[in-house]
């Protein structure tokens, strides 16, 4: 069997019976447990995953020397298994990983000697590591197999899986409306996403608000954004000229692209995307959208290569001056905006929007629920 039809019969295993164990000790189902709930660290679970599955693909390979630099026997390349087989199955299973290879972590990066419990892994948590190396060395020494602990790792993740998705239905279901709330305002909607972009780990927020905006109007503007990239892949990898892709809703030609920035839009990120256009040859507009101070000097450099681009303009736009006004021109399909943006926020992998950070905008919006004064 190829590695992934090995990891779909596994899965399928796991799913006919979540709840039993297969691993022998209870110190290792707990080892276990701590290193595929703990969300400090995404990096553990997926080397235990792609060391297991390597060892159950060729038992020969010992799971405790994922990297070829390794001169002992039963070597492999660990980060092969876990960006050529993992990657695609957490995604398409929408386990709760990172959807990022471990081996390029700092902690797991360069290694050349057996991962063995006495070496020190500097990475934290640290006794998370301890329990990631334990588990390769309970399968190397033969006290449990590498299909249990992938078997096992897998019922977690999927217990895990199906709790934040009980936990996300019940916010979503308290925020039904009712006769006694009134729609939230074009600037209380200001307001929650403001209080939203200030959440920890948010680089991916300002996507979705713009992504957001064109679902809540496209019939309006006769105009739609194209399915997003993976938040990790580069322009040059996709094809695409930045992070959104507007075009008709009757044509695929791309007419307008946002790119979004975290900090400060530069003369050199004016001229990267100038390099674009080649690519681009039917876009009208080029929109930076920040969420950084603007530079007037930059503001005006690019407006300036308008004439030089052959009409094709560039502009600088603060990311919540452009939700603020979007929100009053189109006042009426304000709610539609804020539900198009909590679809997009809870179907986004959580390596782009987290867990965390899909309950912190249901919370809030929750919070924002606005009750209408009751006379005394």
């Known amino acids: 069997m190829t590695p992934s039809e090995l990891l779909e019969e596994i899965l399928a295993t796991a799913q006919a019976d979540p709840d039993a164990w297969a691993v022998i000790e209870q110190e290792n189902r707990d080892r ?81 000697y057996t991962l063995t419990p006495d070496k020190a892994v500097i990475g934290r948590p640290r006794a998370l590591y301890a329990d990631a190396l334990h588990l390769l060395e309970e399968v190397a020494e033969d006290r449990e197999t590498a299909e249990a602990v992938l078997l096992d790792t897998f019922r977690v993740l999927l217990r895990l899986r199906a709790e934040r998705d009980a936990q996300l239905a019940a916010l979503q279901a308290s925020l039904r409306p009712t006769g ?10 200001v307001n929650l996403l403001q209080q939203h972009l200030a959440c920890p780990h948010s680089s991916r927020l300002p996507v979705l608000i713009v992504c957001a905006a064109y679902q809540a109007v496209c019939a309006l503007l006769g105009e739609q954004a194209k399915p997003l990239s993976s938040h990790n892949a580069a322009d040059e990898q996709t094809g695409a000229g930045g992070d959104v892709e507007i075009c ?42 920040t969420t950084d101070a603007i530079d007037p000097t930059v503001r005006e450099y690019a407006s300036s290569v308008y004439q030089t681009t052959n009409g094709i303009e560039f502009a600088i736009l603060d990311c919540v001056g452009f939700l603020r006004h979007f929100l009053h021109l189109f006042h009426r399909h304000r709610i539609a905006f804020v539900d198009a943006y909590q679809a997009l926020v809870l179907s986004e992998a959580d390596s782009a929007v987290s867990f965390a950070l899909k309950q912190a905008f249901l919370a809030l919006r929750q919070a924002s629920t606005v009750e209408p004064e009751t006379e005394s």
């Open 32 to 112: 276990i447990d701590r290193v595929a709930r703990d969300t400090r660290n995404r990096a553990c679970v997926r080397l235990v995953m792609s060391c297991m599955l390597a060892k159950v693909h060729q038992p020969i390979v010992d799971p405790r020397r994922p990297y070829t630099e390794i001169s002992e026997p039963g070597t492999f390349s660990g980060r092969s298994y876990d960006e050529g087989y993992l990657s695609a199955f957490i995604q398409s299973h929408r386990l709760p990983v990172n959807s990022t290879t471990a081996f390029l972590t700092p902690a797991l990066r360069n290694i050349d």
């Open 180 to 189: 006694a709330t009134i729609p939230l305002s074009s600037e209380g909607i």
């Open 248 to 289: 008709l809703t009757s044509d695929e030609k791309v007419l307008t692209v946002y790119e979004m920035k975290r900090k400060a839009v530069t003369t050199w990120d004016i001229n990267h995307a100038i390099e674009k256009l080649p690519r681009l040859p039917s876009i009208d507009n080029y929109i930076f959208v």
